[in-house]
């Protein structure tokens, strides 16, 4: 139904920068409904997450550290950046059945769980392929990004069964049959 916009007779208008903010919020939410429109959003915000990531790993290779754990530290950045972004921006509308806590843990875990699988593959570039630290890590985010969408839609963000209901603190209840 589109908007008709006419002139104002009496009263004050109550759309202010806030209703605006929550109309484009509303339209990226119909906008995100679909899988393939989730995984583009989450390829942007994991884009996003590649410069607190390289830029971690850059200062800590930079002050010496081995690559292996500066990757682990600076992936932490990463996974932070790109949780707060996921959690306002991409799923806002699925997080009603966990709790901030839950899709928090559940979300590092599974960062945490693809840094295990692209470690090897960035030693395998770094050693193999003699790339850089950083254009290895970069590849390897790239190459496991697939799994991490999968994964965060499954494990973290999944929509509600059929038959649950959210509680008012943020649980899922579900309903007697």
């Known amino acids: ?29 119909l906008r995100a409904a679909s899988p393939v429109a989730r995984m583009v959003g989450f390829g942007l915000i994991g884009l996003t997450g590649f410069v607190p990531n390289l830029l971690g790993l850059w200062a800590l290779t930079a002050v010496g550290m081995h690559y292996v754990p500066a990757e682990i530290l600076a992936n932490q950045l990463g996974v932070a950046w790109n949780f707060l972004l996921i959690e306002h921006l991409l799923f806002r509308e699925r997080r009603r059945h966990r ?40 590849l390897a985010l790239v190459t496991t990004f697939v799994l991490r969408f999968a994964g965060t839609e499954a494990l973290v963000y999944l ?12 649980r899922t209840a579900r309903r007697a049959v």
């Open 159 to 170: 929509p509600r069964r059929a038959g649950e209901k959210p509680v008012r603190d943020g």
């Open 1 to 29: 139904m589109p908007f008709v916009f006419q002139d104002r007779f009496a009263g004050e208008s109550k759309s202010t920068a806030q209703e605006g903010l929550r109309f484009l919020r509303h339209l990226a939410g």
């Open 99 to 138: 709790r901030w806590w839950d899709r928090a843990g559940r979300f590092a875990l599974l960062a945490n769980a693809d840094l295990v699988l692209r470690i090897p593959l960035i030693a395998l570039f770094v050693h193999q392929f003699h790339l850089g630290v950083l254009s290895a890590t970069a």
